[in-house]
T-cell receptor, first 114, second 113 residues
Framework: AQSVTQPDIHITVSEGASLELRCNYS??????LFWYVQSPGQGLQLLLKYFSGDTLVQGIKGFEAEFKRSQSSFNLRKPSVHWSDAAEYFC????????????FGTGTRLTIIP | NAGVTQTPKFRILKIGQSMTLQCTQDMNHNYMYWYRQDPGMGLKLIYY???????DKGEVPNGYNVSRSTTEDFPLRLELAAPSQTSVYFCASSYSGTNEKLFFGSGTQLSVL
């Protein structure tokens, strides 16, 4: 079975600074990888996903993520964060059989300071 | 376009009470899901449905029931509420079932006291 780890429970960055959120997965084959964002009081929204092809994936709101097979990682990055990026971020890993097998990480809470 | 709508947003139950969490989507999605989110944990799948009349258990189905009589609606039933069911519940839907984007509702915060 697949698994996903988000090592950082909480990250604080200054507005305008760069951001990298870590995600490591365990799966025997090439996984389907996702990043979702959950703003306070809201449901999750898909930021980006990787299935195959180019390992650098662009998403919404200026986010990108890079799939590194050798490191079993799918880290999320943003060059300059905005106060509105404060939220909880979830990495998820899926397998070929379907959404019901999607495994979510425990999340990283992002705080932005002025 | 409303997307996925969940009601209520908040609810407090006493132990042993029953309730139904409502979920409706207007995107004509065949696939619908119920997740629970506990503090410091990822989302856990409770039940899912691949179409009207078809439901199946997820990772944590005990204490819950679902039905899917229409494409739009996927209610989640708690029969005998227990403190362990205190959680935030999310309904989601997708057009297809294979690693497609999930559309989430805004959640129901449930406390069982």
């Amino acid at each position: 079975a697949q698994s996903v780890t988000q090592p950082d429970i909480h990250i604080t960055v200054s507005e305008g600074a760069s951001l990298e959120l870590r995600c490591n997965y365990s799966y025997g084959a090439t996984p389907y990888l996702f990043w979702y964002v959950q703003s306070p009081g809201q449901g999750l929204q898909l930021l980006l996903k990787y299935f195959s092809g180019d390992t650098l994936v662009q998403g919404i709101k200026g986010f990108e993520a890079e799939f590194k097979r050798s490191q079993s990682s799918f880290n999320l990055r943003k060059p300059s964060v905005h106060w509105s990026d404060a939220a909880e971020y979830f990495c998820a890993v899926g397998v070929s059989v379907g959404n019901e097998k999607l495994t979510f990480g425990t999340g990283t809470r992002l705080t932005i300071i002025p | 376009n409303a997307g996925v709508t969940q009601t209520p947003k908040f609810r407090i139950l006493k132990i042993g009470q029953s309730m139904t969490l409502q979920c409706t989507q207007d995107m004509n999605h065949n696939y619908m899901y119920w997740y629970r989110q506990d503090p410091g944990m990822g989302l856990k799948l409770i039940y899912y449905s691949v179409g009207a009349g078809i439901t199946d258990k997820g990772e944590v189905p005990n204490g819950y029931n679902v039905s899917r009589s229409t494409t739009e609606d996927f209610p989640l039933r708690l029969e005998l509420a227990a403190p362990s069911q205190t959680s935030v519940y999310f309904c989601a839907s997708s057009y297809s079932g294979t690693n497609e984007k999930l559309f989430f509702g805004s959640g129901t915060q449930l406390s069982v006291l």
